[in-house]
């Protein structure tokens, strides 16, 4: 019993979510964040359409081997290049892609503590009288040099 637990493979609960978790991993925090500041210094629409583009032609056709890929191999991303094509160096394609993961978490990591921080901040009442854009660059630049701070979120 305990090693056909081991066997089965975990599915998604509905399209709908899958939907949602796909697209939220594609969008990533450097949409949300960045996209504005970019449309604005390179052109507006001409900048949005050119966004559009790339992430059609590029990130949608990446996705799509992705998925086609895990579907095929039912394994995890080393494992589904090694049973795709073993014996071969495909799956250092699968580990690029596990380092990946790792590096871009821990870039969340950072910009989670820095968002955690800023809460803190706020609620402690460090944000008072006019905000301006020195103001606030200065504050960030203090807070973002101390990695300490960062960590423990005061």
């Not at 629409?45 to 992705?66: H, K, N, R």
């Not at 960030?140 to 701070?149: D, K, Q």
Request: proline share 4%.
């Amino acid at each position: 019993m305990a090693g056909q637990e081991l066997d089965q493979r975990g599915n998604w609960g509905s399209k709908l979510a899958f939907i949602f978790a796909a697209s939220g991993s594609a969008i990533g925090l450097g949409s949300i964040w960045r996209f504005p500041l970019y449309t604005g210094m390179y052109g507006g629409a001409t900048f949005v359409f050119s966004y559009l583009i790339a992430v059609f032609f590029i990130g949608f056709t990446v996705m799509l081997a992705e998925l086609t890929i895990g579907r095929h191999a039912q394994r995890n991303p080393v494992g589904a290049y090694n049973a795709i094509k073993p014996g071969t160096p495909w799956k250092l394609v699968g580990y690029m892609g596990v380092v990946a993961g790792v590096v871009i978490l821990s870039y969340y990591g950072v910009v989670a503590g820095w968002a955690a921080g800023y809460f803190t901040k706020t609620v402690l009442g460090t944000f008072r009288g006019e905000v301006t854009w020195e103001s606030s660059a200065a504050t960030f630049e203090t807070f973002a040099a101390n990695p300490l701070e960062v960590l423990i979120c005061p």
